[in-house]
């Protein structure tokens, strides 16, 4: 299922986060599907607990889970992580546009990289 880099410099967390986020949007895990126990997937990662935990939480904070007390975590349904993710976005991207307007980049200059960006990732 998930698969962790020990090399890799980021916390093991934010690694649990990057895997079980890509499983929701490929659709790996489906909407509404349970998620293993924090324990189990601990221990089936080799990790501590808490590690878990934290992931669980980011996700949910994200829009990616939802927890049912007594129950566990489940998946979201797709509307609501896309528009969590869309909303993130869309604040990121004013705030990047400010810095460019105080960093003196005219609008017509960002329009052009957006541009240019987006052609990048068709071709």
């Known amino acids: 299922m998930i698969l962790l880099d020990y090399r890799d410099k980021r916390p093991i967390y934010?690694?649990?986060v990057e895997k079980l986020e890509r499983l929701i949007v490929s659709g790996g895990l489906e909407p509404l599907t349970k998620m293993p126990s924090v324990r189990s997937l601990a221990m089936e990662l080799a990790v501590n607990?808490?590690?878990v935990q934290r992931a669980y939480a980011q996700l949910e904070q994200d829009g990616y889970l939802y927890t049912v007390s007594g129950r566990g975590s489940f998946v979201t349904a797709e509307s609501d992580w896309r528009e969590n993710k869309q909303g993130k976005l869309l604040g990121e991207w004013k705030e990047l546009t400010l810095q460019a307007r105080e960093a003196g980049i005219l609008e017509e200059q960002l329009s052009k990289?957006?541009?240019?960006i987006y052609?990048?990732?068709l071709s």
């Open 113 to 116: 990289e957006l541009h240019r």
């Open 49 to 51: 607990p808490n590690t």
């Open 14 to 16: 934010e690694q649990v």
């Open 119 to 121: 052609e990048e990732e």
